[in-house]
């Protein structure tokens, strides 16, 4: 976690209640992932399985996670599988929702949320905060959100403020269509850019997807509006973390107040440059607090050397 340079960590002041929406809001422009022919068909086929009540039935699922901030968390609708019985028995994660309950203010905080696979996070953080959006690659995994979230929309009180997109996020010099990859098998949450966890090699499938920005989507889609005080982006990408985190430091140096930051870095770190943690040292050093180990310890960032921040991000 990072903690944005000029303010306070966010957090609950006790209260259940989501002040209401302005009454004027832009609609977000929306992602297109211009997937090949493979993508696309992964997505026609699981999109099409969704559709079928019989072959994919609709479940209802609790968060049942300790919820110090006093929201009412609801249960969901989600398309039927049993890892959601994970979230259930609140095994999957435990660290993610305390730092969702620390760190995102009810009603305030805007949450950007990629890579949300097939939903677990966006429908938690979703339900409290001011608007969330959610950003997924692998195709299946997006057919999947995407039916999810829409279960939700009419079917809630809060599913209105979530929303979900197909698209990944690279640095600027990557913009483009890119080649992502499934580890183990797509939509199983390990797709990324790079080497993926479970990589198969020349086994596993690929498939193109268009990349953007996140100072783009930020601008140009989302509408997303400076300061950036109260916004709170989740950063999983599965191996491209040592590429794209330093290219924030370009976008955000100028800014008095700068988004909290919760990323994850995956052990495929340990094939990242000296150049790339040279990179991430000088973005995080725009922050005045970074917390690693799960929120567990603050790093030192001024003191600390690039050469030592790899054994850190754990």
Request: hydrophobic letters at 35%; proline letters at 6%; aromatic letters at 12%.
């Amino acid at each position: 976690i990072t903690n944005s340079k000029g303010t306070t960590t966010g957090g609950s002041d006790g209260t259940s209640s989501i002040p209401s929406p302005p009454a004027l809001l832009l609609t977000p422009r929306q992602l297109e992932p211009d997937w090949d022919s493979t993508g696309s068909e992964l997505y026609r086929k699981r999109a099409h399985l969704l559709s079928s009540p019989a072959a994919s039935p609709i479940q209802n699922v609790s968060f049942n996670y300790p919820n110090p901030i006093g929201v009412d968390i609801q249960p969901i609708f989600v398309s039927h599988d049993r890892w959601w019985n994970q979230i259930e028995h609140s095994s999957w994660e435990r660290g993610t929702f305390r730092i969702f309950n620390k760190y995102i203010t009810p009603g305030n905080t805007t949450v950007v949320d990629f890579g949300t696979w097939i939903g677990p996070t966006l429908l938690y953080h979703g339900q409290f905060s001011k608007r969330s959006y959610g950003i997924e690659a692998d195709p299946v995994a997006f057919a999947t959100v995407r039916h999810n979230v829409r279960l939700n929309e009419n079917a809630t009180s809060w599913g209105g403020r979530t929303s979900v997109d197909s698209g990944c996020v690279s640095r600027p010099e990557d913009v483009g269509i890119l080649t992502m990859r499934a580890g183990k098998a797509p939509g199983a949450s390990m797709s990324g850019l790079g080497k993926v966890a479970q990589d198969r090699g020349a086994r596993s499938m690929t498939w193109k997807v268009r990349c953007y920005t996140l100072q783009d989507i930020f601008e140009n889609y989302w509408r997303i509006p400076k300061p950036y005080e109260d916004v709170f982006v989740k950063i999983d990408v599965e191996s491209y973390e040592c590429k794209l985190i330093p290219s924030f430091y370009d976008w955000l140096k100028e800014e008095r107040f700068l988004p909290k930051m919760f990323i994850s870095f995956h052990p495929q770190i340990e094939a990242c440059i000296e150049e790339e943690f040279e990179g991430v040292l000088r973005f995080l050093r725009l922050y005045d607090h970074v917390r690693v180990g799960n929120d567990s310890r603050e790093l030192n960032v001024t003191e600390i050397e690039a050469t030592n921040l790899r054994s850190q991000m754990h």
